[in-house]
């Protein structure tokens, strides 16, 4: 599957648009070809990299059928790269196309005793400092660990898109919708099962959205899965989130991105222009505001060019990262040992709503 092919290690850097952030996205020429790949699982991710400047994550033939994929793609060209909502659509955007790859088979390999996947969203704006692929990174952060501590662990590819609404105002953010999620997921757990066969699902997920989480669990539901397990990551961690307003791109994610790899920080804003950085975020109590009225959100975006951060940045000096990652881990530990040992799994999408 060469995930190290696909997942990051520097921000702003490599022919994967989800590993830039915000600002150096803005910057993009309007002659950058930006691609959305539809490819089979099979494919190699250094195949798709052969089309194109800039990729969007790659969308799965087996994932899709003729209907689903002409919505799918309908969103997606309504979102991106700027909202269809958004006053900042012009000819001088970077334009998106759709390529796509011929279906091949995928190569056989073993039956993993637990296949582990995210589904985050990817294309999700993070502020100024962190690439929009915050929430994969996290989420592959804890999955590879995982990998490495049990034997028969093996991380899969992810989906990469999801529900999500905060980030469509600032631009460079895909909101898949719920309903399209859930019969996404449906299609690429049939096929990831049908691929690999594995013994058990593990689905994570770091992405604060309810209406998101509970359409990955009804997409699993809706599967032909018989035995797997959803965690929403940032649930262990709401002390540190949720209960002091740092939902998005705040100091709870710059600090867990930070202990994955500092490197995936833009070190032209972090961490010397922290002020700068919360000179720009909106409360969390005014993006709740603002949520039911997305138009009213683009203006108010628009009139005080926020950006991005949700939270507070702040935040970040009274985290231990060490810790925010283990408490992640530690959860997921407890539910590939419950997957591996044959145990009673309850299935839930985190009660939180963030």
């Avoid at 494919?43 to 994550?57: C, E, W």
Wanted: with cysteine; hydrophobic share 35%.
């Amino acid at each position: 599957m060469h995930l190290n092919e696909y997942l990051p290690r520097r921000v702003n850097h490599g022919p994967w648009l989800t590993s830039y952030t915000l600002n150096r996205l803005r910057q993009l020429d309007a002659s950058t070809d930006m691609v959305l790949p539809i490819c089979s699982l099979g494919t190699a991710y250094s195949t798709i990299r052969t089309v194109g400047d800039l990729h969007l994550p790659p969308l799965f033939h087996e994932a899709l059928d003729d209907e689903l994929k002409h919505r799918v793609v309908e969103q997606i060209y309504r979102c991106f790269p700027e909202h269809e909502l958004s006053s900042l659509r012009s000819s001088k955007l970077p334009r998106l196309r759709v390529v796509e790859l011929s279906p091949v088979t995928p190569a056989e390999c073993d039956s993993p005793k637990v296949l582990a996947f995210s589904v985050d969203t990817a294309v999700e704006e993070h502020g100024p400092h962190l690439p929009l692929c915050t929430d994969t990174i996290q989420s592959y952060g804890v999955l590879q660990q995982l990998a490495r501590e049990y034997k028969g662990v093996v991380p899969g590819p992810p989906v990469e898109y999801g529900q999500l609404t905060w980030g469509l105002p600032f631009g460079y953010s895909i909101d898949l919708t719920a309903e399209l999620l859930t019969r996404y997921v449906t299609r690429f757990t049939n096929a990831v099962l049908d691929w690999l066969r594995p013994e058990s699902l593990y689905v994570v997920d770091v992405h604060g959205s309810i209406v998101h989480r509970q359409a990955i669990v009804e997409g699993l539901q809706q599967s032909r899965a018989s035995r797997w397990a959803f965690r929403w990551l940032h649930e262990p961690l709401a002390e540190f989130s949720s209960e002091r307003g740092d939902q998005h791109a705040g100091g709870v994610e710059t600090a867990f991105v930070e202990y994955v790899s500092p490197e995936l920080l833009d070190a032209d804003w972090w961490p010397h222009r922290i002020d700068d950085i919360a000179a720009g975020q909106m409360s969390f109590e005014r993006a709740v505001e603002l949520t039911p009225d997305l138009p009213r959100f683009f203006q108010e975006v628009a009139d005080t060019q926020c950006n991005g951060i949700v939270g507070k940045i702040e935040n970040y000096k009274s985290l231990d990262s060490r810790e925010l990652f283990d408490r992640a881990l530690d959860v997921a530990r407890s539910d590939v040992e419950s997957l591996l040992s044959g145990n009673p799994i309850e299935q839930s999408a985190g009660q939180q709503l963030w």
